[in-house]
């Protein structure tokens, strides 16, 4: 619930100018003056110019719009993915122990493929920062190559691989959403 004090400072940002309205700032040299002359004075800026290349259209269009749009359109892909994976699930548990124990794994990997997909697809939209799950995918998908893959390594050896991993995807995935939204380096949406 939003205070008295809060309705304020709203209804006094509201009240004000729009950022590109255009109108001229007042210097020093120009205060009190108007006129047909003031754009073309050396002292006067508009507010258009005076903005900054994080207030750009481009960025504030991205910040306030919905969600990142799928690259393949409106069809439901991911939504689709989800519903095969859960029907893979569900159904694992009802099939003989072989089959059942692949529909079980099968659907674990599609929900998470599908999980993955939008998170990556947010995160470097600059929608919300999706830091850690895309830096833990990375570290298990390094220790698990590296578990399976390579059978004369420790375990121990294998899981310092997947945390420095982990570390240098966070690292990278931090800067690339910070490059995406503005300086952000996290964002909370409700």
Same mark, same amino acid.
Not at 128 to 142: E, F, I, P, Q, Y
């Given at each position: 619930m /939003? /205070?008295? @004090?809060?309705?304020?400072?709203?209804?006094?940002?509201?009240?004000?100018?729009?950022?590109?309205s255009?109108?001229p700032? $007042?210097?020093?040299?120009?205060?009190?003056?108007t006129?047909?002359?003031?754009?073309?004075?050396?002292?006067?800026?508009? %507010?258009?110019?005076?903005?900054?290349?994080?207030?750009?259209? @481009?960025?504030?269009?991205?910040? /306030?719009?919905?969600?990142?749009?799928?690259?393949?359109?409106?069809?439901?892909l /991911?939504?689709?993915?989800v %519903? +095969?994976?859960?029907?893979?699930? +569900?159904?694992?548990?009802? +099939?003989?122990?072989?089959r059942? $124990?692949?529909?079980?794994?099968?659907?674990?990997?599609?929900?998470?493929?599908a999980?993955?997909?939008?998170?990556?697809?947010? &995160?470097?939209?600059?929608y919300?920062?999706?830091?850690? %799950? !895309?830096?833990?995918?990375?570290?298990?998908? +390094?220790f698990?190559?590296?578990?399976?893959?390579?059978?004369?390594? &420790?375990?121990?050896?294998?899981?310092a691989?997947?945390? !420095?991993?982990?570390?240098?995807?966070a690292w990278?995935?931090a800067?690339?959403?910070?490059?995406?939204?503005?300086g952000?380096?996290?964002?909370?949406?409700v």
């Open positions: /939003t /205070t008295k @004090r809060q309705r304020k400072k709203r209804r006094r940002r509201q009240s004000r100018a729009p950022a590109g255009g109108q700032i $007042a210097s020093a040299s120009t205060a009190g003056r006129g047909a002359g003031d754009a073309e004075r050396p002292g006067s800026e508009t %507010l258009s110019a005076a903005r900054g290349p994080a207030d750009s259209p @481009r960025r504030s269009a991205r910040r /306030t719009d919905g969600p990142p749009p799928a690259p393949w359109g409106s069809f439901p /991911t939504e689709l993915v %519903l +095969v994976a859960l029907i893979m699930l +569900v159904g694992g548990f009802f +099939v003989s122990p072989p059942g $124990a692949i529909m079980i794994g099968t659907g674990l990997v599609l929900g998470s493929l999980g993955l997909e939008l998170s990556a697809r947010e &995160h470097f939209a600059g919300r920062s999706h830091t850690l %799950l !895309l830096a833990g995918a990375v570290g298990m998908l +390094v698990g190559g590296l578990f399976v893959g390579v059978s004369a390594l &420790h375990p121990a050896i294998c899981a691989a997947g945390a !420095l991993a982990f570390g240098g995807s990278f995935f800067s690339a959403f910070g490059r995406r939204s503005g952000a380096r996290y964002k909370i949406r």
